[in-house]
């Protein structure tokens, strides 16, 4: 048994009984049935995943942000240099980038981690590079087959160290020029649409770059030569980032530590993980609406209803960074709140 495979066979559901215990306590609070709309949905899940009710706010929430570079960069798919990747990593590091900023404003802390980077970033841990980025898909394999194992084993590492350190939610945070025309390349393959459906604007490219982007996504499905078992559509079309976050979302599952997924990275992750691992998903939950087609033909396909759509498409984990107060305020009313009987208020049954 591989340690994928492992990691697969120790998923169990969240706790029924908490959900259960929140979803009737819901009914007791002083509102009527449902006025908080999704905030009640999202502390029903808090509990089943705390394995709680109430469930408590989330106390220690780490970003786990995966860094890698993409070869289909070369075919001019982004409207940024393939430098930006490492200048962004040292960024991070340096602590000036939008995540660092909502990651401090939620009490959130920022694991940087190089899983592909073309170059070694000073300060960043070269432990975990897979390899110094992705093969370009339209004109060759983004890894090889042992690059793809190590990858996902690199991600189930990482859910094994956040569980230990007490982490007890993970944001999967991403940074990688060309990411994502890989991100299309691979839910096009998955799903079995046309890359049209699948393609956005990424960085913010013109007409005539989305075409580019189109034209390479297009390429490399038909050097894949049809639809693809989700590790062959990782190893053909995807990157190391893509790869080790698929890992750690299965690996996060498997050790009950609850997601927030972000972007069109994140859940193009999510989607493979599911292929692999269907179970896995009731332990996540959709922050937020990318801009990006793909994610949304992703989230579509895993039944995950995003919190927010604020428009935004800029990846590193800012956009579940931004939905987390939601979660902390649906946890918070289903805690604090005064039941009926508590406060003496009738119900609607007087």
Known sequence: MTDLDAAIARIVAPDAAARQAAAERQDRLTKPTGALG????VSVWAAGVQGRCPPHPFARVRVVLLAADHGIAAAGVSAYPAEVTAQM??????????VNVLAHHNGASVRVVDVGVAVDVPGADPRAK?????????????MTEDETTVALSVGLRLADAEA?????????GDM???????????????LGVEPTTVVGRGTGVDDDGWQRKVSAVEAALLRAGGRLPALDALRTLGGPDIAAMAGLLI?????????????????????????LAPAAT???????RST??????????LGLDPLLDLGMRLGEGTGALVALPVVQAAIATLAEMATFGEAGVSDRDG
């Open 292 to 301: 990006e087609p793909a994610q949304q033909a992703a989230l579509a396909r």
């Open 251 to 275: 690996g996060c599952a498997a050790r009950r530590t609850p997601v927030l997924l972000d972007g069109v990275v994140s859940v193009t992750a999510a989607l493979v993980a599911a292929e």
């Open 130 to 142: 897979v390899r110094r980025g992705s093969g370009r898909i339209d004109v060759e394999d983004a």
């Open 89 to 98: 990593v040292a960024n991070f590091l340096s602590g000036g980038a939008a």
């Open 282 to 288: 009731a332990w996540w939950l959709a922050a937020h």
């Open 164 to 172: 230990d350190a007490g982490t007890d939610l993970v944001i999967p």
């Open 38 to 41: 999704r905030l009640e949905e």
């Open 176 to 190: 990688g020029i060309g990411s994502t025309t890989a991100c299309a390349a691979v839910v096009a393959n998955v």
